[in-house]
């Protein structure tokens, strides 16, 4: 059997399993390749708390520096507070050192351009042409710069964005009891203070400690937050919010425990944000369709995109959306604060919203449509995508067909969406229907399809 290689460059970086497969060697040639692209200036580069974060951040500054660049090093931070800060200060680029969701042995450099926004297909294209030719400049003694630090403006400045949309006195006014997940991560020395000092909460909160190892799975979904459910419901809290590694995914628990669908939480945001900003969505293909059914309420339109961040911004900008995200992964991308996804928009925005009605988190779930989901993954051969997806398309012969990523299957009363993820070498599932059984019977029908 192939040996499985663990290293993808994606929509949004490089990626892979650090030691065999993404190495100093390899962060510091593709750092050089980036500064050679974005030119002599300053370059952000941030990190989330893995153990091979420091590691790799000396390589990355070290291609930085061969290529003529400067260094502004802003410590360990969510992605968002590095994307926002990048744009902010024009800088020439940025790097955030995180695999964001994925395990504690994969590390990743995502890419940020001047406007701090992940690369487009142009410029990935034009940054990859470097980085295989090995085409990089070679600074010569009197252009080497320097590493210069700076460790609290970058949140200072993503806070004052998002407290520019939201009531942050009605919100402190009600005092929420809030737990908090942070996973140890980059959330970790953030978001304790972002919800107390600034949001006026009282917090409740585990694994804060950026020094540990992550505690749990690092993507925050309903069956990997038990300890978070536990916690809201020992301490009688309002809600809970669980983060993953570098801060740009959100998960919700309500007032009971009950952890919700990602999608929901989505629903949520865009609802909040279509009643007081006229424009459109823009979420990706994977997205529940609650997401359409409150657009529709709303009169304003869903745009659909391949999965991943960078695509669902470039048609935000192209159709000037006023809210959009990745509802399967917990994104959520307002672009008053930023072009990304980002928690802190997210937190704000839910404590807004039960503030300004009085009602729970729970009783505001409860008012979205009902749709049931699964969501899965199957591992496969590389070579065998295309008669894969040939045979779905055989097995589900009345779908209308979406092949703009992967292939979704699109029924009367429900849809199915499978497509090769962006970070590991694995084939990512879909389902969603009205009822249970009927997501239930057609996952079980695309899974039998897949191994037949």
């Known amino acids: 059997m192939p040996r499985e290689h663990l290293l993808k460059i994606g929509v949004s970086g490089i990626r892979g399993v650090v030691g065999e497969f993404l190495t100093p060697s390899l962060a510091l040639a593709f750092a050089q390749a980036f500064g050679s692209y974005v030119g002599p200036g300053r370059v952000v580069v941030g990190r989330d708390t893995r153990t091979s974060g420091p590691m ?6 070290c291609g930085l520096l061969a290529a003529g660049c400067e260094v502004v090093d802003v410590g360990v931070l969510p992605t968002p507070t590095i994307q926002i800060y990048t744009g902010a200060t024009r800088a020439r680029g940025g790097l955030a050192i995180t695999a964001s969701h994925n395990p504690p042995e994969y590390n990743a450099l995502k890419l940020f351009n001047s406007h701090g926004l992940f690369f487009n297909t142009y410029e990935r294209t034009e940054l990859l042409d470097i980085y295989h030719q090995s085409d990089f400049h070679q600074a010569e003694n009197d252009e080497i710069r320097r590493v210069s630090h700076d460790y609290e403006v970058p949140r200072r400045m993503h806070v004052e964005c998002v407290l520019q949309h939201v009531d942050a006195e009605r919100i402190r006014a009600r005092g929420f009891r809030v737990g908090l997940d942070a996973v140890n991560g980059a959330g970790s020395v953030m978001t304790p203070g972002f919800l107390t000092d600034t949001l006026g909460c009282e917090l409740h909160a585990i694994s804060i400690d950026p020094t540990k190892i992550f505690p749990r799975v690092a993507e925050p979904r309903p069956d990997t937050l038990g300890d978070l459910a536990q916690l809201v419901r020992d301490r009688r809290c309002d809600i809970g919010f669980g983060q993953d590694p570098d801060g740009d995914r959100l998960a919700v628990a309500d007032e009971n425990g009950n952890v919700l669908d990602n999608d929901d939480v989505l629903a949520l945001v865009v609802d909040a944000a279509l009643e007081r900003h006229a424009g459109d969505v823009v979420v990706n293909l994977t997205t529940s369709s609650v997401v359409d059914d409150i657009a529709r309420l709303h009169g304003r339109r869903v745009f659909r995109t391949p999965v991943g961040e960078a695509n669902v911004v470039e048609t935000m900008q192209a159709v000037k959306a006023v ?37 729970t988190i729970g009783e505001l779930a409860a008012r979205l449509p009902r749709y049931y989901r ?19 398309e055989e097995h589900f012969p009345n779908a209308k067909l979406d092949r703009s990523d992967g292939l979704k299957l699109i029924l009367d009363d429900a849809w199915i969406h499978v497509r090769a993820s962006n970070t590991e070498p694995l084939l990512r599932l879909a389902a969603e229907a009205r009822s249970e059984d009927r997501v239930e019977q057609l996952y079980g029908d695309v899974h039998r399809a897949l191994e037949s």
Not at 343 to 353: D, I, K, N, Q, V
Not at 374 to 392: I, N
């Open 323 to 359: 809210i959009g995200g990745e509802g399967s992964n917990g994104g959520i991308i307002f672009p008053p604060v930023h072009l990304c996804r980002d928690s802190y928009t997210g937190m704000a925005f839910l404590l807004e919203r039960m503030a300004a009605t009085g009602c």
């Open 56 to 61: 790799l951040q000396h390589a990355v500054q």
């Open 374 to 392: 699964k969501l899965g993954k199957v591992a496969f051969e590389h070579g065998k995508l295309g008669p894969l997806m040939q045979s779905l």
